[in-house]
């Protein structure tokens, strides 16, 4: 191979560099190998569902599935025998998602946001389209006759619970229109923040909404009859969460100091967070409990969007971590201690309210650490109740329907995401059909949850995926998700990219190789002192610790061949990647790093936060795969999407320019005018088999 080959998607181009000196590497000729029973497009090619949203009337709910990177809107009601029928008409892998589906309030209609990107105001071109990249926009669809249409450029739409207009958020303003989104929108307001978190008062005359300032956020009502703004016990603090009582006379929202810091410093204890009620209309406040000073003190939320929810008996649910688990509590709102409505040793996920309010449906990895399931709290003070009965299942995001009726999203180690409905206590899917038969599900894997020491004496955490041949010594791969507030469980992920991610370990795992997906600190699912790692990231890269326990782990394995062990990740997983190859290349084969950060330093001056102090910038430099590129001696693949604005492409220039000194094998696949979490399903393609045939290069096909 020469050194230094560039890989453009899909087409190879080769090059020597000065560093390289051109020289060509005959490599050995390969050991014999297995090929999978499916490629990689058959276990990725079953439609993927997200957004689920159930109707505010009747038995319904929608959704969007992504079919090989086209994206519909899809609709099962109890009119139709809830058969699932696609409401929009959408052909091509153009990159362009789908996202934040709104209902009207007779369940009649749908708006949506659509867009090559649905995160921040600037567009982008995924397809490389010569006119250039086009905003994101707000749409409309009718439930019975399909007739989607263009509103106008925006997002989060919402519709007003008397059914008569329809409002949505653009740059510093939120427009409205008619419910049918046939009116040209005009300006409801002009903020100066950026707006976010608009919802309704339940008889719509009002409407409140968060307006993010550069270090603090407020909580706006708008009166739709005096057309006025009335802020709620403005202060300096970050406040969010905004929820109307059913009555509509009263706000509450959650307040919280600025922590201070950066998003990749450790949060366990800070000035407490709390939750206040206002009048609606006065905007006087009373703040209504205050958290504990010692655990908890820092707010930390659910995966749900909403965080605040005021209940039909005068309560209102949040989560909060007193015992060091992200629980959920509940507070009158004449005040009082907070009772517990869920205790034990795991984490809420994702929260949802009927639409009256009166019962509370919960997803959790309670008793099964690794799983998901959901949960229901009928009434006040009754302890929730576990729903299904598929113990192997993955439960998640649930949605109660007007009419009691409960959906979520499930998934199995075999069976891909798919929307599921319950009954009798049993969740059916609602798309059966929807999964092609091709699918290649009985050729996958059950993947083992496992724990392992880390290289400082902590307890890691992963899954094994173990294949089903009788080879005596495997190849084996660490892998490594991306957040790092994530964490990967023993089945399709109801995240998309984790679920391709899982599907392609699935196919590593098809070819041979023993696969362990790490669970590493600073993710979710094992309580706040996992999460809040101390001397994480920039801050000392304790996070090490979790991947070199990980090569101990594989090493210690009798049926892996410790000469083939490689590493793969992407985001915060391709910065592990970076990490494990310039701190332990001597035990790592190869590595393909997706989007990773290479220079902690560079990176957080780079999105506009820079380290305060020369000893900070050192501690991250020192923290960094940087530090040790001399060490770095595995060939590696290099992949990134260069409109990245999570991790700009300026951290793999880095690494690149520095392999390249030091004489490092290397190639490099781009993805030009890609985003971070990849648009368009045939850039996953490309990335999953470059990184397949790297892997089977440099790691798999060595000599036993």
């Known amino acids: 191979m020469i050194k230094g080959s560039n890989i453009l998607l899909g087409r190879v181009s080769s090059w020597c560099g000065a560093a390289a000196g051109c020289a060509c590497l005959i490599q050995a000729t390969p050991a014999a190998t297995r090929p999978a029973a499916f490629t990689i497009d058959q276990v990725m090619q079953a439609p993927f569902p997200a957004d689920l949203v159930a109707a505010p009337q009747g038995r319904a709910a929608a959704w969007v599935f992504n079919i090989r990177g086209v994206r519909n809107v899809w609709i099962a009601e109890a009119a139709h025998d809830m058969k699932p029928r696609a409401l929009t008409s959408f052909s091509e892998d153009d990159g362009f998602d789908i996202g934040e589906l709104a209902w009207s309030a007779d369940s009649q209609g749908l708006a949506f946001t659509r867009g090559e990107t649905l995160e921040g105001d600037r567009p982008a071109n995924v397809t490389s389209s010569p006119a250039g990249p086009v905003a994101r926009a707000v749409w409309v669809v009718s439930a019975s006759n399909s007739n989607a249409h263009e509103v106008g450029a925006g997002h989060s739409p919402h519709f007003s619970p008397d059914g008569t207009?329809?409002?949505?958020?653009?740059?510093?303003?939120?427009?409205?229109?008619?419910?049918?989104?046939?009116?040209?929108?005009?300006?409801?307001?002009?903020?100066?923040?950026?707006?976010?978190?608009?919802?309704?008062?339940?008889?719509?005359?009002?409407?409140?909404?968060?307006?993010?300032?550069?270090?603090?956020?407020?909580?706006?009502?708008?009166?739709?009859?005096?057309?006025?703004?009335?802020?709620?016990?403005?202060?300096?603090?970050?406040?969010?969460?905004?929820?109307?009582?059913?009555?509509?006379?009263?706000?509450?929202?959650i307040r919280a100091p600025d922590q201070g810091g950066g998003v990749f410093d450790t949060h366990r204890r800070g000035p407490p967070w709390s939750i206040w009620v206002a009048d609606a209309r006065s905007a006087k406040a009373r703040q209504l409990w205050q958290a504990d000073r010692d655990t908890g003190s820092v707010f930390h939320p659910t995966l749900s969007e909403q965080n605040l929810l005021w209940m039909r008996d005068g309560r209102l649910v949040f989560p909060w971590e007193k015992t060091g688990w992200l629980q959920l509590y509940a507070v009158s709102v004449r005040g009082g201690a907070p009772q517990p409505l869920t205790r034990g040793a795991f984490e809420v996920a994702h929260v949802a309210t009927s639409p009256d309010r009166a019962r509370l449906a919960f997803s959790s990895n309670q008793d099964d650490t690794d799983r998901m399931h959901v949960w229901l709290v009928d009434s006040a003070g009754a302890s929730p109740r576990k729903v299904g009965n598929d113990a192997a299942a993955i439960e998640d995001t649930p949605q109660i329907a007007s009419d009691g009726t409960l959906f979520a999203l499930q998934s199995t180690a075999s069976q891909p995401v798919q929307p599921v409905v319950l009954t009798r206590d049993h969740w059916q899917l609602v798309a059966r059909e929807s999964i092609p038969p091709s699918f290649p599900a009985q050729n996958l894997v059950q993947p083992r949850s496992v724990t392992f020491t880390a290289k400082d004496g902590q307890s890691a955490h992963g899954q094994l995926f173990l294949p089903n041949d009788n080879s005596t010594r495997h190849p084996a791969l660490l892998f490594f998700h991306g957040g790092p507030q994530r964490q990967m469980l023993l089945g399709f992920h109801p995240m998309d990219a984790y679920t391709w991610m899982y599907a392609l370990n699935q196919h590593f795992a098809a070819e041979g190789y023993i696969v362990l997906s790490v669970n590493y600190r600073g993710g979710i699912g094992y309580g706040m002192e996992y999460r809040e790692a101390l001397n994480f990231g920039p801050n000392g890269a304790s996070e090490l610790s979790d991947l070199l326990g990980a090569v101990t782990y594989l090493q210690g394995r009798s049926d892996v061949d410790s000469h083939r062990i490689g590493i793969w990740g992407g985001s915060y997983g391709g910065l592990m990647t970076a990490l494990g190859l310039a701190r332990a290349s001597d035990a790592l084969a190869a590595g393909v790093d997706y989007?990773?950060?290479?220079?902690?330093?560079?990176?957080?001056?780079?999105?506009?936060?820079?380290?305060?102090?020369?000893?900070?910038?050192?501690?991250?430099?020192?923290?960094?795969?940087i530090a040790t590129i001399d060490a770095w001696k595995s060939p590696t693949l290099i992949v990134q999407a260069d409109d990245d604005r999570a991790v700009p492409s300026v951290q793999s220039s880095e690494l690149l320019e520095d392999l390249r000194a030091h004489n490092v094998d290397y190639e490099q696949l781009v993805l030009p005018n890609e985003m971070h979490d990849l648009a368009r399903y045939a850039s996953w393609i490309s990335f999953f088999q470059a990184t397949d045939a790297y892997l089977d290069q440099h790691v798999r096909a060595l000599r036993p």
């Not at 009502?221 to 703004?229: L, S």
């Not at 001056?605 to 000893?615: K, M």
């Open 165 to 253: 207009r329809l409002v949505f958020v653009d740059k510093e303003k939120i427009l409205t229109t008619d419910s049918t989104g046939h009116e040209p929108p005009r300006p409801l307001l002009v903020d100066e923040g950026q707006i976010g978190a608009v919802t309704f008062s339940p008889d719509g005359k009002r409407l409140a909404f968060v307006s993010e300032r550069a270090r603090h956020s407020l909580i706006g009502v708008y009166e739709f009859a005096t057309q006025h703004i009335t802020w709620m016990s403005p202060s300096l603090d970050r406040d969010s969460d905004p929820v109307f009582a059913p009555d509509g006379a009263e706000v509450a929202f």
């Open 595 to 625: 989007a990773g950060l290479y220079n902690w330093s560079t990176f957080l001056t780079a999105v506009g936060a820079p380290l305060a102090t020369a000893d900070l910038a050192r501690r991250a430099v020192e923290s960094s795969p």
